[in-house]
């Protein structure tokens, strides 16, 4: 049985997940935390495999929890479970030590998962956190460099391009016009300064956007 | 007038000189013409009695050769009774042999005549013995030439003949034996005058005479005088003459002419002469008289100097008439130009002090020294003086003592050197003794060394302007008292209303932040419960009531729009992350999102570590670049906007450009459009600066500025 910690100040919200674990029959909950102190005091009282904690709480905030107890249990798996959908908390969760990131909105469908996978060693986060975060690592590596000029847009567009996408195929992960995803493309050989798509593939491999 | 007269004077001058310095070189001339004709008589005379000393000489030498010749001796030895016995033969020979040698000496000197006489004086033999005048056998005893020569000396005679009536020169020589030198008889040649008379001329103006010497006229060039008396003589002279019976027989009648000194006569025409005479040689008291008419001499003169210095002096006259007439002419010309001139300038003054009294200004000229010398009516006017009172007093008496000091140690030395002044304020005192505030200004008339004369200065009276400047200026000090009251109210109330504004903005973002939280995580949550339940639901239904399930399954789908409404809406009232994550994760999200819903490109740049940042300014900084971002997308049609956020430890400055269309940034700021009131109004209440540039094409560019740490005072 996995045990996991789970902490959020929403009694109604953490009844529901506690009832979608229950149901899972390999995980159970085994500690339940309505504020962010009171996570720490259960996690140190007893250890679990993993903890659940939301962001938004009074007192001490998830991403604050998590820290705390990853410097006392480095090797403790960590799932943000959050109402915030935004890519940022994704990021700086990450940056805090935490193997995995899911949504509310999408807990019945991805908490038991993401669970059993951090379980294992390995990260869950979506398809789109994973996105930004290699964006985020392509800057930083970087540095000073031609992608600072280019939006979050952009570097998307530049990043399927260059893993042989087409205009399409890109306008419809995007949510996108096809005119659109060529402004996008046009605007990206002007600021780079690059003449094709073969060009543009270079250029993002030697920037670390994709693995050759 | 005067002038004419001058002209007048001068040019009678002109022609007094002229007639003077003509007779001056007439009168030169003439004495000198006169001395050169004195000369040229005293010559010609001289010239005259030598031809004629000559001439009666001529025939002395062969009347000896004639004497000494053998025939007339021998025909006067036979004719000698007393020696020998006369043999008739003999004698009529010897008579022919003389007569034969006199035909021959009359022919070879070509003289009048020859003869022999013999001692009695009777002529024995004659060349003219033919001629029906001859005088052989006449008796001429009387004659002093047969006399001297019978006393045995040679004579020389002027005599007319008495038988010929001829004048000739008579020369004689006595014939004397060869032994003993005994006088046989007297040879005599006479010689005729009408030879020499010829070569004296025949020149009226000029008169040579020979006279005897007695005054009578033997020889001249003019007939009419001849045997005439040259001068009055007294009858004894008279009875003299006849007794010789040299010059026949008179009476002798004068020429009439009166001697006047020594070198003058005058004829009886009145006509005047110049006298020369000379001795002649051989003939004691024989003279030669050479009379030369002065008129003539005068005539030779004055002839050659009519022909040319008449017409030199008149046209000389006429020229110097020409020049005095053009002279006066030009003169009268410039005296009326002058004399219009003169009106001219006469009107000129008058109109000058026409306007000088006129001109309703205070208008007065000082000299050198300071004193007044004329003052316009206006200025008395205004002072209350006389004229009199005034002029010749120094400008010092009519200022006050402060104006004077002014006056003596500034105004004076500078007016003086600079040659004006302007705009002096000075202070008068009138007549009454009150004061007038004027501002003077003046100009200097400067002499020919450039110092400076005379002044001409016109003063402005000011005393109701200066009474109107004291007013205004309590006027304005009121004005500023109330302005500075008014401004500390204003300040006042602006620091309220900043305070209100600031405490209205702080409350709008309390409450919006309250709202969102409360719609995020209260409202979220429950939704979110109601999902899981929903998720649930269909879970369990759908392997017993598929209808039920697909009920659950819209109702997730219900709630997940739900949930999607409340986020945006929690959103836009104020984001999480900028409380959660911070100004640059809030900015980074929101650009990102921007992109999203507007397509057009947008950067975000961060320099510098952010430090925690206090929500004031981490709320003001992303609200002012939410609202510039809002205004791209509605406004700007820009492709790409970037926001630069620059950090460091004392201040945070951030720029947000776009390349838009821009605006004109003026027009804008002052209609408060663009919502840029509301983004200075944070930047203010935040202590920090806000700028915005744009131009229309050039897109638009905003920055932001404020204090980190200090701001916290605010």
């Not at chain 2, 009666?56 to 053998?70: D, H, I, Y």
């Not at chain 2, 040299?246 to 025409?269: C, I, K, M, N, R």
């Not at chain 2, 004399?339 to 006129?358: C, F, G, P, T, V």
Request: hydrophobic share 40%; net charge negative.
């Amino acid at each position: 049985m996995i045990k996991v910690l789970l902490a959020d100040d929403h009694a109604i919200v953490r009844a529901g997940l506690v009832r979608i674990v229950e149901e899972s029959g390999d995980i159970e909950v085994v500690a339940e935390a309505s504020d962010g102190r009171e996570a720490l005091r259960l996690a140190f009282e007893s250890p679990v495999d993993v903890a659940i904690i939301d962001i938004s709480m009074p007192g001490l905030d998830g991403l604050e929890v998590a820290a705390q107890l990853l410097t006392a249990y480095p090797d403790l798996p960590i799932i943000i479970l959050t109402m915030h959908e935004e890519e940022q908390y994704v990021i700086r969760a990450v940056e805090v030590g935490v193997m995995g990131y899911v949504t509310k909105r999408s807990a019945p469908e991805q908490l038991l998962a993401a669970i059993r996978k951090v379980y294992g060693g390995a990260r869950y986060l979506s398809d789109e956190a994973v996105e930004m975060l290699a964006l985020r690592l392509a800057k930083g590596v970087s540095g000073k460099s031609p992608l600072d000029s280019l939006s979050t847009r952009e570097l998307q567009v530049l990043r399927q391009l260059a893993s042989g996408q087409t205009n399409r195929e890109i306008a419809e992960n995007y949510n996108i016009s096809i005119k659109t995803v060529d402004t996008y493309r046009f605007r990206l050989l002007k600021k780079l300064n690059l003449r094709n798509n073969a060009e543009l593939s270079r250029f993002a491999i030697q920037n670390h956007l994709i693995e050759p | 007038m005067k002038l004419r007269l001058i002209f007048l004077v001068l040019s009678l001058l002109v022609f007094l000189s002229a007639a003077t310095g003509s007779y001056l070189y007439y009168a030169s001339l003439k004495s000198a013409a006169f001395t050169e004709a004195e000369h040229h008589a005293i010559t010609r005379i001289e010239i005259i009695q030598k031809n004629l000393s000559s001439y009666l000489s001529e025939n002395v030498k062969p009347v000896r050769t004639l004497a000494g010749m053998r025939q007339l001796i021998d025909f006067l030895e036979s004719q000698d009774s007393k020696m020998v016995a006369p043999d008739p033969e003999k004698q009529i020979e010897y008579q022919q042999r003389t007569e034969l040698l006199l035909d021959h000496f009359n022919t070879a000197l070509g003289s009048d005549v020859c003869y022999l006489m013999d001692l009695n004086g009777v002529t024995l033999a004659s060349s003219n013995r033919r001629a029906k005048d001859s005088f052989v056998g006449k008796k001429f005893a009387f004659r002093p030439y047969f006399q001297e020569a019978a006393k045995g000396s040679p004579a020389s005679y002027l005599a007319l003949g008495s038988t010929s009536g001829r004048r000739g020169v008579y020369c004689s020589y006595p014939v004397m034996t060869k032994t003993d030198a005994r006088v046989l008889g007297v040879a005599v040649i006479k010689a005729s005058l009408e030879q020499i008379e010829k070569k004296l001329g025949q020149s009226r103006d000029e008169i040579v005479v020979v006279t005897d010497p007695h005054g009578l006229i033997f020889i001249a060039n003019r007939k009419p005088w001849l045997f005439k008396l040259l001068w009055q003589t007294s009858g004894i002279e008279q009875h003299d003459l006849v007794r010789s019976r040299q010059f026949g027989t008179g009476p002798w009648a004068g020429v009439g002419l009166v001697a006047e000194g020594d070198h003058y006569a005058v004829d009886e025409s009145g006509r005047k002469y110049l006298v020369n005479r000379l001795e002649i040689d051989g003939f004691p008291n024989w003279h030669v008289i050479h009379l030369r008419s002065l008129e003539a001499i005068y005539k030779v003169v004055f002839d050659p100097l009519v022909r040319v210095t008449v017409p030199t002096v008149v046209t000389l006259c006429i020229l110097v008439g020409l020049a005095v007439f053009f002279l006066y002419r030009n003169a009268s010309v410039e005296i009326v130009q002058r004399k219009k001139a003169e009106q001219a300038l006469r009107e000129s003054e008058k109109r000058y002090r026409s306007i000088y009294h006129n001109t309703p200004a205070m208008l007065h000229s000082i000299n050198a020294a300071g004193f007044l010398i004329s003052v316009s009516d206006n200025w008395l006017e205004a002072l209350g003086y006389e004229r009199a009172e005034v002029v010749g007093r120094p400008l010092f008496d009519f200022l006050t003592s402060e104006s004077r000091d002014y006056a003596v140690k500034e105004v004076f030395p500078d007016f003086f050197r600079v040659g004006f002044c302007k705009d002096i304020p000075y202070r008068l005192v009138r007549k009454d003794g009150s004061i007038m505030d004027v501002l003077l200004s003046a100009i200097g008339d400067r002499d020919r060394e450039g110092t400076i004369v005379r002044s001409l200065a016109v003063s402005i009276d000011i005393s109701d302007r200066k009474l109107a400047e004291a007013a205004l200026k309590q006027a304005q000090e009121k004005l500023n008292l109330y302005t500075r009251d008014l401004e500390r109210q204003v300040k006042k109330r602006t620091v309220e209303l900043q305070r209100l504004s600031g405490s209205i903005l702080a409350d709008q973002e309390r409450e919006r932040a309250a709202i969102a939280r409360g719609l995020h995580d209260e409202l979220g949550q429950v939704l979110t419960a109601l999902r899981l339940e929903a998720v649930w639901l269909e879970g369990r239904l759908r392997s017993v009531d598929g209808k039920a399930a697909e009920r659950a399954a819209m109702m997730t789908s219900l709630i997940d729009d739900t949930i999607d409404e409340v986020r945006s809406i929690a959103l836009r009232l104020r984001p999480g992350i900028l409380d959660d994550l911070g100004l640059v994760e809030a900015l980074e999200w929101y650009t990102a999102d921007f992109e999203r819903r507007t397509g057009i490109a947008c950067t975000c740049n961060v320099e510098g570590e952010v430090p925690e940042l206090n929500d004031r300014l981490a709320t003001a900084a992303y609200r002012i670049s939410q609202e510039a971002l809002t205004n791209v997308a509605r406004h700007s049609q820009a492709d790409q906007v970037k926001i630069f956020l620059v950090v460091d430890a004392t201040q945070l400055r951030m720029v947000i450009t776009d390349d838009g269309c821009g605006f004109v940034a003026d027009v804008a700021m002052e209609t408060g459009g663009l919502g840029i009131t509301g983004m200075r109004e944070r930047a203010i209440l935040i202590g920090g600066s806000f700028e915005i540039v744009s131009e229309p094409g050039r897109g638009t560019r905003i920055s932001f500025q404020v204090k980190v740490g200090e701001e916290e005072g605010v």
